[in-house]
Nanobody, 115 residues
Framework: QVQLVESGGGLAQPGGSLRLSCAAS????????MSWGRQAPGKGFEWLSG????????YYAASVKGRFTISRDNAKNTVYLQMNSLKPEDTALYIC???WGAGARGQGTQVTVSS
């Protein structure tokens, strides 16, 4: 079955950076678009970024465009989210998603941005 395991979360200071990873298994990763989303306490799921299976195109939500970068390594079945210029409002559980948002999701990795 589809498994998505996120890692790389933690505590960061405002203006800092973190790199999240999502290790995928149970499906043909190289043929699947992948996305990242997040869920803050008391809020709904927010889609953040997506990448085509061949990395030919990437898309970002306005809230993270210019600060976050999605990438993938099909040889490692892994998708990444480089997060720069972090803000306190970026604090959330970050979730890896198979496809463009409606697919299988991982358990998430917590990101806390605080001084």
């Amino acid at each position: 079955q589809v498994q998505l395991v996120e890692s790389g979360g933690g505590l960061a200071q405002p203006g800092g950076s973190l790199r999240l990873s999502c290790a995928a298994s149970g499906f043909t990763f190289s043929r699947s678009a992948m996305s990242w989303g997040r869920q803050a306490p008391g809020k709904g799921f927010e889609w953040l970024s997506g990448i085509y299976a061949d990395s030919s195109n990437t898309y970002y939500a306005a809230s993270v465009k210019g600060r976050f970068t999605i990438s993938r390594d099909n040889a490692k079945n892994t998708v990444y989210l480089q997060m720069n210029s972090l803000k306190p409002e970026d604090t959330a559980l970050y979730i890896c998603v198979k496809g463009w948002g409606a697919g299988a999701r991982g358990q998430g990795t917590q990101v806390t941005v605080s001084s």
